[in-house]
């Protein structure tokens, strides 16, 4: 690979890099993976290469935070483009259509995309993303659902430029493998799917989502995977100035199956070989400078469904409530409701009322109502919805409008989100944290009237609004809790880290600015194999 990597990257640069260039960025996203599983699973040889990594000392492990809400969409909102808080979830009602807002919508994920560039900078401007939700200005974005592309001024158009015989010779061969290769993981994936999927329905006695899921598992685990790497390869030679990938295997089987399940884990060894091809890559050219970090957007916690707890579906749940309906008996069930039963994430409404489900956050929205409102206004218009979710074992932490900061609604009492003596009543071994994102969530006026999650306190189950049995989006102690694995030299202290706005000020004040500095005084776009060469010192805020 090596013998591949450096002629191609030796073409169109000169050769002595300039004094005090900027550093590269190369960001792998490991999709829904606390620190705590991370470490279990380095402990537990699923990550061998990284594992070897860290023990080399070159890189350190660092703990972050999510943001709120815990969800992928939020955190590269704020990593690619520093807003914080941005989205109140994967899924909303818009209050004006009525309408669920989704972000695995490529429609919708445009529109998101389109308010947050309008704030800032894209992160990635110049560069390449995979499998991202948003393209943070990517020049070129593969496999971007929301189908944004930034300009090829910043940095990209020399590729083209400077593409002769050689890199096209060896852009056959690389593709030549990746079709190899990836033919031979598509065949592993289905046949491991297939067993696992009847294992599992039969097990459970229900076949709802498995098709997707098997289909996930081919196109993320299987072939995309392989395209991926080989893409990030590619870039890698041709000295990309920012590239990024999100690795979505594990967060896809921790929803299905949980995050400490045979499946999820499996998928951590793939995203372990993918891992050690794009340390190859950065370490055969060390004259290009790329700092490599892997990082992930949110943690997972295991989920009972709020169905099996309450009987029906969180939707309605509050429309019964609302209207005086008798409320189901609580029936636990377990998995098994037959090849009809479950919902996945999603949204349910009627004409008065509506419910948003993303994993163990849900929103309920009073759709005649003008807008978002206070608890006062609630207790007076909504006073049986209120004390249905109160009376319920399957509610957590539900947050509503009010005071300077917001009001947690917890075992009877009407916590203050701005009061400190209110917040040590919080069930949360974080209270201060827990409270500052619920006050994130609540400043959003796209939330609902009342913001649902399942954390119920230590030492209980938490649940999940939609059918699935690992869950994140609310602020359960792991889901809140990611990583960031990165150079042992970089000083940016991680842990303080409150949003993933401040990952976006660092990562841009380090890579991004300087190579921005750097162009405004005179390299053009001929010059720009130049401009993008490494030997700098780092830099941290």
Same mark, same amino acid.
């Given at each position: ?19 005090g260039a900027p550093r590269r960025l190369l960001v792998v996203q490991l999709d829904g993976v606390s620190r705590p599983r991370l470490e279990a699973a380095l402990a537990n040889g699923y990550l061998p290469f990284l594992a070897s990594r860290l023990a080399a000392g070159g890189h350190v492990l660092s703990s972050t935070r999510s943001g709120a809400p815990a969800s992928t969409p939020a955190f590269q909102a704020g990593l690619f ?27 919708? =994920? ?32 593969h496999f971007c659902l929301s189908g944004l592309a930034g300009d090829y001024d910043a940095g990209l158009g020399w590729i083209e430029e400077h593409l002769g015989p050689w890199e096209a010779l060896a852009s056959t061969l690389v593709h030549s493998v990746t079709a190899t290769r990836g033919a031979v993981r598509l065949a592993h994936e289905a046949g491991a799917g297939v067993v696992d999927g009847l294992r599992w329905s039969v ?27 080989? @893409? ?78 309450? @009987? ?21 069930? @377990?998995?098994?409701?037959?090849? =009809? ?13 509506? =419910?948003?489900? =993303? ?71 974080? &209270? ?24 119920? @306190? ?28 990165? &150079? ?25 600015? &300087? ?21 700098? &010192?780092?830099?941290?805020?």
């Amino acid at each position: 690979m090596k013998g591949l990597l450096r002629p191609l990257a030796l073409r169109g640069r000169p050769g002595h890099p300039p004094p005090g260039a900027p550093r590269r960025l190369l960001v792998v996203q490991l999709d829904g993976v606390s620190r705590p599983r991370l470490e279990a699973a380095l402990a537990n040889g699923y990550l061998p290469f990284l594992a070897s990594r860290l023990a080399a000392g070159g890189h350190v492990l660092s703990s972050t935070r999510s943001g709120a809400p815990a969800s992928t969409p939020a955190f590269q909102a704020g990593l690619f483009y520093g807003v914080s808080p941005s989205v109140p979830g994967y899924v909303w009602l818009d209050r004006r259509t009525c309408r669920a807002v989704r972000m695995d919508r490529a429609d919708d =994920a445009a529109l998101v995309e389109a308010r947050l560039a309008r704030a800032a900078p894209g992160l990635l401007r110049g560069g390449t993303s995979y499998f991202s939700i948003f393209s943070g200005g990517a020049a070129f974005p593969h496999f971007c659902l929301s189908g944004l592309a930034g300009d090829y001024d910043a940095g990209l158009g020399w590729i083209e430029e400077h593409l002769g015989p050689w890199e096209a010779l060896a852009s056959t061969l690389v593709h030549s493998v990746t079709a190899t290769r990836g033919a031979v993981r598509l065949a592993h994936e289905a046949g491991a799917g297939v067993v696992d999927g009847l294992r599992w329905s039969v097990a459970l006695g229900r076949l709802k989502h498995e098709p997707r899921f098997l289909w996930h598992r081919l196109l993320f685990s299987g072939l995309l995977r392989e395209l991926l790497v080989q @893409g990030i390869l590619v870039d890698v030679s041709r000295g990309v100035p920012v590239i990024y990938t999100d690795l979505v295997g594990y967060d896809e089987a921790a929803h299905r199956r949980g995050p400490g399940s045979r499946v999820a884990l499996r998928s951590l060894a793939s995203a372990d070989a993918a891992l050690a091809m794009i340390f190859a890559a950065t370490d055969a050219v060390p004259e290009l400078g790329y700092d490599v970090y892997v990082l992930s957007d949110h943690g997972h916690v295991p989920t009972r469904p709020f169905e099996s707890l309450a @009987g029906v579906p969180l939707p309605e749940f509050v429309e019964c409530a609302e209207h005086g309906d008798a409320l189901p008996e609580p029936r636990p069930v @377990g998995p098994n409701r037959g090849v =009809a039963g479950g919902r996945t994430l999603g949204a349910g409404r009627s004409a008065t009322i509506g =419910a948003a489900e =993303a994993g163990d956050l849900a929103h309920v929205y009073f759709l005649r109502d003008g807008g978002p409102l206070p608890l006062e206004a609630l207790r007076a218009r909504h006073p049986r919805v209120l004390a249905a979710l109160a009376a319920s074992p399957a509610v957590g932490v539900t947050a509503a409008r009010g005071g300077r900061r917001g009001l947690a609604l917890w075992d009877g009492a009407v916590l203050d989100l701005a009061e400190p003596r209110d917040l040590a009543r919080l069930p949360h071994p974080d &209270p201060a944290l827990a409270a500052a994102y619920l006050s994130d969530l609540l400043a959003l006026q796209e939330s609902g009237d009342l913001v649902v999650t399942g954390w119920r @306190g230590e030492g209980r189950p938490v649940v999940a609004y939609a059918w699935e049995f690992g869950s994140h989006g609310g602020i359960s102690p792991e889901e809140l809790e990611p990583f960031v694995v990165h &150079p042992r030299e970089v000083a940016f202290p991680f842990g303080a880290v409150l949003r993933p706005s401040e990952l976006y000020r660092f990562f841009e004040e380090t890579y991004r600015a &300087p190579r921005d500095r750097e162009r405004r005084v005179g390299a053009g776009p001929g010059d720009a194999g130049a401009g993008l060469a490494a030997g700098a &010192p780092r830099t941290t805020p």
